[in-house]
C-alpha cells in the first residue's frame, strides 16, 4: 500500500507505466470521466518554459546554444549534452526535480475533482508515490513497449530497449503498485476494468474526506 500524502487535502492516485505501455490512453478515460490529470511530463515541460527560473538556469549553464531560434529549450540538444555525461545529467535532475515536485505538489492541491491523478513514468523511481494514497500500474509485456515506442516515437528497437531497461523494471513495478491494469488486449476490455477500479477509487476518496 502507498504512503498516504500530507502534502495535499485531496486523494491522489498514481498512475504510471513503462514507455508505450498506454498511460495517456487510460489517463484520458479518467479525465473523460471528469478527473483531473496531473501528468508529470507536461509539468517537466512547464518548468522550462520561456521566462521560467528553470529555463534560466539552463541557459546560464549550458550556454544560450542550448536554445531553439524561438528562445525555447531545444530539447534534443540538451538531450545530446547529457546523454553520456552522467555530471551534466546529474546537475539538470538537482536543478529540475525540485521545481518539478513544487508544481505537481501545487497542481494536485489545487485539484476540485473527486479524486486527482498524477500520471508519472518515474513514479516510483522517483519516489512520488509517497504523495499517493494507491497506485496503478498500466502493464505491457516488454516486447509490446518496444513495438509501440518504436512506431510512435520512429526510433529503432535498440533505442527503445535503452530507454526501458534505463527504467525500474517491469517485474519490480509490478510488486510495488496497489493495482495492475493489463493493456495489452481490446481497449473495451481495458475501459471496463478501469471503470470498475474508478468506482473504487471514489468510494477510498470519499471515505477519507
Not at 525555447?72 to 525540485?98: C, D, M, V, Y
Not at 517485474?171 to 477500479?197: F, G, S
Request: glycine share 6%; with cysteine; aromatic share 4%.
Amino acid at each position: 500500500m502507498s504512503n498516504t500524502h500530507d502534502k495535499t487535502k485531496n486523494w491522489v492516485l498514481g498512475l504510471t507505466g513503462g514507455i508505450g505501455c498506454g498511460k495517456t490512453a487510460v489517463s484520458d478515460m479518467l479525465a473523460e470521466l471528469g478527473i483531473t490529470i496531473v501528468d508529470a511530463d507536461i509539468v517537466a515541460r512547464q518548468v522550462v518554459e520561456p521566462g521560467t527560473d528553470g529555463l534560466k538556469a539552463i541557459v546560464e549553464h549550458f550556454g544560450t546554444d542550448i536554445l531553439d531560434e524561438h528562445s525555447a529549450l531545444n530539447r534534443g540538444e540538451l538531450r545530446a549534452r547529457i546523454f553520456s555525461n552522467p555530471e551534466q545529467k546529474t546537475w539538470l535532475n538537482a536543478l529540475l526535480h525540485p521545481l518539478i515536485r513544487t508544481k505537481l505538489l501545487t497542481d494536485l492541491k489545487n485539484a476540485q475533482s473527486d479524486y486527482v491523478v498524477l500520471v508519472a513514468p518515474l513514479l516510483f523511481e522517483n519516489g512520488l508515490d509517497r504523495y499517493c494514497n494507491r497506485t496503478l500500474l498500466i502493464d505491457v509485456p516488454v516486447e509490446i513497449q518496444i513495438t509501440r515506442t518504436t512506431k510512435r516515437d520512429k526510433i529503432s528497437s535498440e533505442q527503445a530497449k535503452q530507454i526501458i531497461d534505463a527504467q525500474m523494471s517491469r517485474e519490480h513495478k509490478q510488486q510495488k503498485a496497489d493495482d495492475i491494469l493489463n493493456n495489452n488486449r481490446d481497449l473495451n476490455d481495458v475501459k471496463q476494468d478501469l471503470l470498475r477500479l474508478h468506482s473504487y477509487y471514489l468510494q477510498q476518496a470519499k471515505s477519507t474526506i
